[in-house]
């Protein structure tokens, strides 16, 4: 996807109720900007830097992933100082990330303003030293979020009680991913 106004790279894309779009670029800098706009105004949007959220690279890291529960107008972003491209039984990567952060954030009722919901949950302690997290989606109809990291394992986290819900499962071996960047 390419808009007229911007070679910034697209991080995130998702379409709303009511032909909306919710971006996230990325700037020459590394830093992330979220825009919730109309299609037919997008373009605009971005031209006038209209953000919803503005993300600079040293606050999040160098890559972060991105969940919307548009029913609950949440926006979650995971952030570490890295961020796996992929997921497969060749992966080598390792995880020196001194971070592996969750933020939640909220839009207002009319999806015009985006504001942080509480302080960045931790989530190194429910992961072994070396792991990313390469995809995240929330559970429609729940405060939950389910990852999948870089060992093939999928956890399902409660945004409530701020731990993982479920044992983990993995994947077979034969499966391979690729984070939603």
Known sequence: MQFRSSPTPLRYAHLLEGDRILLGLVDSQGNTMILLERLNRIDAAIKSRSYAKF???????????FALDESKHMLAVYTSARVCHCLSKNFTGVNHASQMQLHIFVFDEDLKSLRGQGSPIDLRPFYNSGVSIVHACFVHGSEEILFVDSDAQARIFSLITLQPKYVAFFFPSCFSFEASL
């Open 55 to 65: 993300f600079h690279q040293d606050k999040i890291g160098q890559m972060c992933l």
